[in-house]
């Protein structure tokens, strides 16, 4: 099965599906839809029933159930990788029996074990890189092939009981759309997983309460040269503005499950500068609490500004899905436990970010996150180990095998 799994993986990876904020399209990139046709085509290929994929470029498939009583589970990924950095021409690399050297990646990076510690885990193991020039696009490929092929299996042993099995390829994920378009009537299932996480072993059912924010100042302009008394640059407000937010209160200080304030954009002239900001916390009420700080810091600014003035606008992106999948505790238990059924130690521990399944599970789908094997997402130094990837199909069959024995509904 490993060769088949990396075959399939090395063949998806070929497909550039980067996403685009800037477009308003679902999805955001044509290259993306064309991807799934190709995953259209294959899963139909492959027997899988019900193919369907929607205009939006949502992609399902179903696998019988061989017992139809037993509970219905679904399995999810995302066919798009991140706009961070270029995921045109992939040219994986395989580094088989990794000895714990530095690796290089083409001409100029290399993949370091004194900047990445991580690589020494994987000593006697084979990696897969990238050659320093792209993304890998393991985050979501990986999971993606993990699915097709656990499933695959399903559908060649119809000797193994199980409920209905669904899957779904969304796009636009890393944007912050994936669940946008996601029916999750349509699909049915009572739980899912996305498999969409790094390290084995990683399962998680907690993640940011997320938000952005737009501080956006109003000054005014004038000539420089007749400016005494009436310029004011909306540029120097934005400055003071977050010269006074929380200093140690950001990303690069904190870590497991400390929040921040992130400051990812700036722009302005004289008459008008913008702040957007990004709020992330863990627990629901200090998340609150930072929107209604950056509002009392506004409003105590415009008591002082005459003739300029500072407006904040805030939305909320995703909320923690603990709240959600706690109440159906059985779904991480069997996670869990099959993970422990195939050898791999569980590393449960809160998502510092966000994933489809955060939003599908305040949509009525509880969802958490397993694995891929990967490392680095979003950059020239991701990497994932082989024998992870195998061991994220051995999981999500053993999942839906302790399934059908628990026979639980959620």
Request: contains cysteine.
């Amino acid at each position: 099965m490993t060769q088949v799994l990396l075959e399939r993986f090395l063949r998806y990876v070929s497909f550039d599906t980067q996403s685009d904020p800037s477009q308003c399209s679902i999805p955001s990139t044509d290259k993306q839809f064309r991807f799934s046709e190709l995953l259209f085509t294959e899963l139909n290929q492959l027997g899988f029933q019900q193919v369907e994929l929607t205009e939006k470029g949502y992609l399902t498939a179903v696998v019988p159930a061989t017992q139809p009583d037993l509970p219905c589970i679904g399995f999810i990924a995302h066919v798009d990788t991140a706009p961070d950095f270029s995921g045109a021409n992939v040219k994986p690399q395989i580094i088989e029996d990794y000895q714990g050297q530095v690796i290089a990646l083409g001409d100029t990076e290399v993949l370091c074990p004194k900047q990445f510690p991580s690589l020494k885990r994987y000593i006697g193991q084979s990696l897969i890189t990238t050659d320093g020039t792209t993304l890998l696009g393991a985050d979501n490929k990986a999971g993606i092939a993990e699915i097709i092929t656990a499933l695959h299996t399903l559908i060649e042993h119809p000797e193994i009981p199980h409920g209905e099995v669904k899957l779904c390829f969304t796009p636009d994920e890393e944007i912050g759309r994936g669940a946008d378009h996601f029916d999750v009537e349509g699909f049915g299932a009572d739980w899912a997983y996305t498999i969409d996480g790094g390290e084995i072993g990683e399962l998680e059912y907690e993640n940011f309460n997320a938000a952005s924010a737009v501080v956006t100042v109003f000054g005014n302009n004038c000539h420089p040269g007749t400016a005494y008394e009436v310029m004011i640059n909306a540029q120097t407000i934005a400055c003071q503005f977050h010269a006074q937010m929380p200093l140690n209160d950001t990303p690069e200080h904190s870590k497991d499950y400390q929040g921040f304030f992130h400051l990812i954009g700036m722009e302005g002239v004289t008459e008008q500068a913008k702040l957007t900001y990004i709020i992330r916390d863990f627990d629901r009420d200090q998340f609150e609490r930072r929107k209604e700080q950056l509002v009392e810091q506004v409003e105590s600014f415009n008591r002082q500004l005459t003739g300029a003035r500072i407006e904040i606008n805030i939305q909320d992106s995703y909320f923690n899905m603990k709240e959600q999948v706690t109440p159906h505790m059985h779904i991480i238990d069997i996670a869990k436990q099959a993970m422990e059924n195939q050898g791999v130690e569980p590393l449960i521990k809160p998502i510092r970010g966000g994933t489809d399944g955060a939003r599908l599970s305040f949509m009525g789908l509880p969802c958490p996150n397993l694995f891929t094997g990967g490392h680095n997402f979003h950059g020239k130094h991701e990497y994932i180990c082989i024998e992870s990837m195998q061991k994220a199909v051995d999981v999500i069959l053993e999942v839906v095998k302790l399934t059908a024995t628990k026979n639980c509904k959620s």
